[in-house]
Each structure stands twice: as structure tokens, then as C-alpha cells.
């Protein structure tokens, strides 16, 4: 199979993180630290380019959740299947996702997360299907939107393939 086709490059993702990681350490400069909560397996590319970008203190923690689906359609629902190994209550928590899809995922962890009392709770996503999005959640930190397309690259896969790709490419999942 040829290489999937190019959505956004490995220069134009580094370039956001850059931008990204600048604008975190700002709003975070006077905070004593933040915990940045990455949510496997998606995000463990983008986490470690953007954690290794920060200027400010910063802890990692990982999450896992997975989907309930009926088929190969996903029904809404989440469940925790892996816990952070940190309290977070009095923290600053910054959940980091690599797509923000339904919006199911991201509504489950806030909600989730915001529970155990941190002392404040963003989000960031590197990618946005902002019309695929079904329910509400606040992306605080966003690297770019897309259109409803299989994106494969720098942490997300099709099948688990294609997930160390180092640039968003789009696939047709039926090719
Ligand atoms: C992807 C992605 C998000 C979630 C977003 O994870 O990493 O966590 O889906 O979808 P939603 O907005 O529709 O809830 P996936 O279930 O593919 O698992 P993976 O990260 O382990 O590949």
C-alpha cells in the first residue's frame, strides 16, 4: 500500500507545537506545576513533543478509556481502563488528546477528572473534527481543525497501522 496522502506535514505540526507549547507555558508561568494527562495510545507522540517543549514544571500522567461499540459503530458511551497513578486534587490538570472526534472521549475525562477537585482543568488536542463533534467540550488548547476524514500519523492508526507516521496523512479505510 503507498504511503497515505499528506494532511498536514511534519514541519506544520511541529511548527503548532512550538506555538502551542509557548502559548501553555504562558498561561501556566505563574503555577507551581501542571500535570499534563495523556490519553493512550493516541497522544503519546504529540505529549512528548509538547511536554519536551513547555518551559514551565511539568508532571506526566497517562489515562486509558476505551469505547463501548456495537459493531464498528461506537455507541457514546466510556469506560476508564487505565487510572492515573497520581492524585490530581489541587492540581492543574491538562488533559492532552491527539483527536477530538464524537467528543465523547474528552466529555467523559472532564467530567471524570474534574470529580477529584483539581485546582484547575484544561484541554488540548492537536486535531479537531469540528463537525463530527456531537457533544459539547471545551478545547482550550487546539492545533488544527479537519474535516470528517480517516487521519492516520504522529499517534493516531487505522487498525493500529500507521501510527509512527511522522505527518497526519488521510486514508480511505474501504481502499
Ligand atoms: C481516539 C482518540 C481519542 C478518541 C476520540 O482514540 O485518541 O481518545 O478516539 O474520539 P471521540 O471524540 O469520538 O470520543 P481510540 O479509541 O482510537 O484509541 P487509541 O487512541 O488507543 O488509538
Redesign the pocket.
Known amino acids: 500500500m503507498p504511503n497515505p496522502k499528506t494532511l498536514i506535514s511534519e514541519e506544520d505540526i511541529k511548527a503548532r507545537v512550538e506555538e502551542l507549547a509557548a502559548q501553555i507555558s504562558l498561561d501556566y508561568a505563574d503555577k507551581e506545576e501542571i500535570v499534563l494527562v495523556g ?5 503519546f507522540i504529540f505529549l512528548a513533543d509538547l511536554s519536551r517543549r513547555l518551559s514551565i514544571p511539568r508532571h506526566i500522567e497517562f489515562i ?4 463501548y461499540e456495537h459493531g464498528s459503530v ?1 455507541s457514546g458511551a ?1 469506560r476508564l481502563v487505565m487510572d492515573v497513578r497520581r492524585s490530581i486534587e489541587g492540581k492543574h490538570v491538562l488533559i492532552v ?10 466529555h467523559y475525562l472532564i467530567d471524570m477528572l474534574k470529580s477529584r477537585n483539581p485546582a484547575s482543568i484544561r484541554t488540548c488536542t492537536l486535531l479537531h473534527k469540528e463537525h ?2 456531537e457533544v459539547d467540550v471545551k478545547i482550550d488548547y487546539l492545533g488544527f481543525a479537519i474535516g470528517d476524514e480517516w487521519v492516520v500519523g504522529y ?3 487505522y487498525d493500529e497501522k500507521d501510527r509512527t507516521l511522522p505527518y497526519i496523512g488521510v486514508i480511505n479505510p474501504d481502499d
Not at 488528546?97 to 474528552?106: A, K, S, Y
Request: charged share 25%; proline share 0%; no cysteine.
Open positions: 490519553v493512550l495510545k493516541g497522544s486509558a478509556v476505551s469505547s461506537r466510556v488528546e491527539d483527536i477530538v472526534d464524537t467528543g465523547h472521549t474528552l463530527a463533534t499517534g493516531l492508526d
